[in-house]
């Protein structure tokens, strides 16, 4: 299934009902802003608390909010990387793996960040894809995500981290 404006699926609702049955999840944006993780924060903390939340994004343009950030790490039974090195900054993906038992996991992929936007009234292309129709596919966005999460310029974020993170997103508000 693909939703784009069109459509009228809101994003964040679609989000909100694959976290509320997902056993883990893995999220990978470019940036996260309040406005986009305000709309799906409910649903992560009731998750978080029996599931595994794993989030890479990046300090990309200085586009992601700090406060975001924090709001994340403070999750139990999550996780977060960012990539930092204004640099290096090359990553643009996005994408919301949700892994269930038995082979009924799903994933957005398109062009959404986590903001109010992106998730209910901007003009995104997303692709819903089930595991039980392209397995192949999943198995894919799985493999991907692990090679970034282990990949060495994607560091691991903790609240300890915020003058380093705060400096990396100035510094990219500024390129």
Known sequence: MAITLSDGIVLADELNAQ????????????FIL??????????????????RLRVITTAYMGNTEYEAVEQIIRLPNTELRMELDSERNRLHAKSFIFYRSGGHGTAYVGSA???????????????????EDVPLVIDDLRKGYEALWRSGHIKPISLSDRAEVESALEKRGRS
């Open 19 to 30: 976290i509320r049955t997902a056993d883990s999840i893995d999220m990978v944006v470019s």
């Open 113 to 131: 960040n986590i903001s109010r936007s992106a998730l209910t009234s901007g003009e995104e292309w997303v692709v819903k894809v089930r595991e």
């Open 34 to 51: 309040m406005s986009g993780l305000n709309l799906i924060i409910d649903s992560l903390r009731e998750f978080t608390k029996r599931g």
